[in-house]
């Protein structure tokens, strides 16, 4: 800690009239860019998701199959190279590749919104999947590091609020766009934002070299993105391929013996792009598995209501983007609250609560049925966002304040990948119980509605309550994981502050 001190000054010296390469700039710069990046890249995944059906229709393409790519595509690469980025980032310095990272979503956007094939498409989405892992690898760890330790958990409290607009505006967005403008101006709308956020972040944010020292290590770097993103390609094509077949077990056979090779690489050498005794850690532990395990809760909220709301109770897609609303706005209203009393009291009990409040949600978003009232289905929603806005910005705090100084990017990198993980692990697990259980019967029950007579509306009332069974277990399960989440947070202990306090 003493080094790191001694030596940071020199780097402010050699160019003192240049902005950007001084060594503590203004708090306010740094969280406004790194806000920015985070919305932009989030903002991104939720436009795609609600024009891909128009995307589909430019290029004729079938809606399952090589389409899917244009988003499984941008999240699998985005996985496979978290982790190593956020080490890679500990090394040179976490603002040059949070610039290289927005410069590479920036192009990838115009490349997506010119592309004239979907084959095209997919190549300029990678390389935007790219961008994305540079930009949230490093986001975290720079919004810790431009403020005092006893305001983390406001500053990542803003960063959640980011996450929550970014996923609330994306829908009807996306929605406008596509309606009024073209689905190329989906990705378009990113590049002005890229091109003035870059030349800020050229002007105000420094470009001082990492504080760490050591080696990359680029055989774990290889393991460790194969085994992550084989295990996200497996788990969202997993409903599509048949959760027995054979290129489903042969994708999480390769990513298992590659995380496998990985844990053995990562114990060997001197610097090593996890390292493995931060899991020592109990609050670091803690924090990373209720972080999983609140995203595989919550993110099947946005999977699993648009089947409820259009197959099962006939809205539109522009009307049931409005109903999803509430949950990502409830988050952004209490998130930066709790990331402040976090700054007071800790997430020992702030982080638990919040996961608590999430089961509670999902068990009564398991009670809707096919006469629920807007109000009855919004207030369960807004439910679930106070929850997540209670967890989400506590147990960052705490996962990140439980890594040194020089371990940072990575800690960051950890956290991005429990998230996407997370993530990939809800549309799995609740895809399988919903879709297992007799759900995709929502899709005939429409149908026969059309139909006269009594047999159509003995046919419906059934196909009805096969809906609701599934949709129902799917919900109960994911309440469970969000209880399991809360017991994770709550046995994390007492959080230590020392090496914080040196920062």
């Known amino acids: 800690m003493t080094s790191i001190l001694q030596t940071e000054p020199r780097v402010d010296t050699r160019a003192p009239r240049n902005p950007a390469s001084q060594r503590a700039p203004h708090p306010g710069a740094v969280l406004a860019l790194v806000w920015t990046g985070l919305f932009m890249t989030t903002l991104d995944a939720s436009i795609v998701n609600i024009g891909l059906p128009t995307i589909a229709r430019a290029f004729g393409s079938p809606l399952s199959g090589t ?127 890229g091109l003035v956020a870059l030349t800020a972040a050229y002007r105000f944010l420094p470009r001082g070299t990492g504080r760490g020292r050591g080696r990359f290590d680029p055989l774990g770097a290889l393991l460790l993105g194969v085994g992550v993103a084989g295990l996200t390609l497996g788990l969202s094509f997993g409903g599509e391929w048949g959760w027995g077949s054979a290129g489903l077990l042969g994708t999480l056979a390769i990513a ?28 670091f532990s803690s924090g990373i598995a209720s972080m999983t395990l609140s995203m595989l809760a919550l993110f099947s909220v946005g999977f699993l209501l648009p089947f409820y709301f259009e197959e099962l109770r006939g809205f539109s897609t522009a009307h049931s983007g409005w109903l999803l609303t509430p949950m990502p706005l409830a988050l952004a209203v209490v998130a930066p609250i709790a990331g402040a009393a976090s700054d007071r009291l800790g997430s020992r009990l702030i982080a638990p609560l919040g996961l608590a409040i999430n089961a509670v949600a999902l068990s009564l978003l398991a009670q809707l049925d096919a006469t629920s009232s807007t109000r009855d289905i919004a207030w369960r929603l807004a439910l679930a966002g106070i929850g997540q806005g209670l967890f989400q910005a506590p147990n960052t705090r705490a996962v990140m304040d439980a890594a040194s100084a020089t371990e940072q990017g990575a800690a960051s990198g950890i956290l991005a990948t429990a998230r996407i993980t997370g993530q990939a692990f809800s549309v799995a697990v609740s895809g399988a119980v919903f879709l297992g259980l007799g759900g995709s019967a929502g899709a005939a029950l429409i149908v026969s509605r059309g139909n006269g007579g009594h047999s159509g509306l003995a046919t419906a009332l059934a196909l009805e309550s096969t809906f609701l069974h599934a949709f129902h277990a799917a919900f109960m399960v994911c309440s469970a994981f969000a209880a399991l989440g809360a017991l994770a947070a709550l046995v994390r202990g007492r959080e230590g502050r020392e090496f914080v306090q040196g920062r």
């Open 67 to 193: 389409i899917e790519w244009v988003i499984i595509g941008y999240l699998v690469v985005a996985a496979g190279l978290l982790l190593t980025v956020g080490r890679v980032s500990d090394m040179v310095g976490r603002t040059p590749i949070w610039m290289v990272g927005l410069g590479l979503f920036t192009l990838a956007s115009v490349l997506c919104g010119a592309a004239p094939s979907v084959q095209l498409l997919i190549l300029a989405r990678l390389l935007q999947g790219v961008g994305a892992a540079l930009v949230l690898a490093t986001g975290t760890a720079m919004l810790t590091g431009a403020v005092p330790p006893n305001q983390h958990g406001r500053a990542l409290g803003l960063g959640a609020l980011a996450i929550a607009l970014g996923t609330s505006v994306g829908p009807t967005l996306g929605g406008l766009i596509t309606e009024h403008l073209s689905w190329r101006w989906i990705f378009y709308v990113n590049v002005p934002i």
């Open 256 to 283: 298992v013996a590659a995380l496998t090779g990985a844990l053995v690489v990562e114990r060997q050498v001197a610097d090593p792009i996890i390292d493995l005794t931060l899991f020592r850690n109990r609050v």
